[in-house]
C-alpha cells in the first residue's frame, strides 16, 4: 500500500533556481494538501486542492505554486528559491474536503543555499 | 483567525509514567480537534480525534479532554513505552472545511528507560 509519496526526499538547491516536489497519492481522495514544516512552527498549509482542477491558498502561499490536473497528482512549484524557504514539505491528502483524518507523505527535505 | 497554541515543546517521561500536552485555540467557532504522532524521518499520523459534541474520548492508552468553554483541550497518554517517543501535534478546524486546519507547533515526548 503506497498511499501518498512524494519525491525527491531530499535535495540541496541553489538560491534563484526552480524546483518542484511531486507528490502522487493512490488513495483517490479528493482533496489534497502541501505543508510546511519548520521547528517551532508546526505544520503551515501553503496550498490545497479539493478536488482535481481547483487549487486555493493557504497560510503561507506566496512564493510556491501549484496544479490539480488530475485526482492523483498535486505538484508543489518554487519558482525562484530562496533561503527562507528550506524547510521539510509533507503532502497530505483526505477523502473529501469536510473535516477528517488527512493522510500524509514522508516528506521532501529541501535546502537552499 | 484560528491560533493553536500547545505546550510544552519538549517533555521526557519515565517508561510506564503518564504524559499529557495541552493545547488552547482561540476561535470559538472550532469544534474539530485531532491529535497527530510523527516518528523519526515520517510524516504525521492521527493517532484520536475529538469532536465538539463529547468531552473525553479514550482509545486504548491514549485519551483526549476537552474544555469548550476555556477552549483548551489535552492529550493523555498513560503506562508510556519506548514506542511512544515522538513529536505529537495538536491541531483544531470547523467541520466545514479541512484546508482550514490549523496546527500547533509540536510536543517532542521522549520516554526513559
Known amino acids: 500500500i503506497a498511499g501518498i509519496t512524494q519525491a525527491p526526499t531530499s535535495q540541496i538547491l541553489a538560491a534563484g533556481r526552480r524546483m518542484t516536489l511531486r507528490c502522487t497519492q493512490d488513495?483517490?481522495?479528493?482533496?489534497m494538501y502541501w505543508y510546511r514544516q519548520d521547528l517551532g512552527l508546526g505544520l503551515r498549509l501553503i496550498h490545497y486542492?479539493?478536488?482535481?482542477?481547483?487549487?486555493g491558498k493557504g497560510e503561507v502561499p506566496d512564493g510556491y505554486s501549484v496544479s490539480r490536473a488530475n485526482t492523483d497528482d498535486f505538484p508543489l512549484t518554487l519558482a525562484s528559491a530562496v533561503p527562507s524557504q528550506t524547510s521539510v514539505y509533507f503532502c497530505?491528502?483526505?477523502?473529501?474536503?469536510?473535516?477528517?483524518?488527512?493522510?500524509f507523505g514522508e516528506g521532501s527535505r529541501l535546502t537552499v543555499l | 483567525g484560528e491560533n493553536v497554541e500547545q505546550h510544552p515543546s519538549t517533555l521526557s517521561v519515565q517508561e510506564g509514567d503518564s504524559a499529557v500536552i495541552k493545547c488552547t485555540y482561540s476561535?470559538?467557532?472550532?469544534?474539530?480537534f485531532p491529535w497527530y504522532k510523527q516518528e523519526l524521518g515520517k510524516g504525521p499520523q492521527l493517532i484520536i480525534d475529538?469532536?465538539?459534541?463529547?468531552g473525553e474520548k479514550k482509545d486504548q492508552r491514549i485519551a483526549v479532554t476537552l474544555n469548550k468553554t476555556a477552549k483548551h483541550f489535552s492529550l493523555h497518554i498513560t503506562e508510556t513505552q519506548p514506542e511512544d517517543s515522538a513529536v505529537y501535534f495538536c491541531?483544531?478546524?470547523?467541520?466545514?472545511?479541512?484546508?482550514?486546519?490549523?496546527f500547533g507547533s509540536g510536543t517532542r515526548l521522549s520516554i526513559r528507560p
Open positions: 497530505a491528502s483526505s477523502p473529501g474536503t469536510s473535516t477528517g483524518e488527512l493522510f
Open positions: 488513495m483517490r481522495h479528493n482533496a
Open positions: 486542492s479539493n478536488t482535481a482542477g481547483t487549487t
Open positions: 476561535d470559538s467557532a472550532s469544534n474539530y
Open positions: 475529538i469532536r465538539s459534541n463529547v
Open positions: 491541531a483544531a478546524s470547523t467541520y466545514s472545511s479541512a484546508s482550514k486546519i490549523i
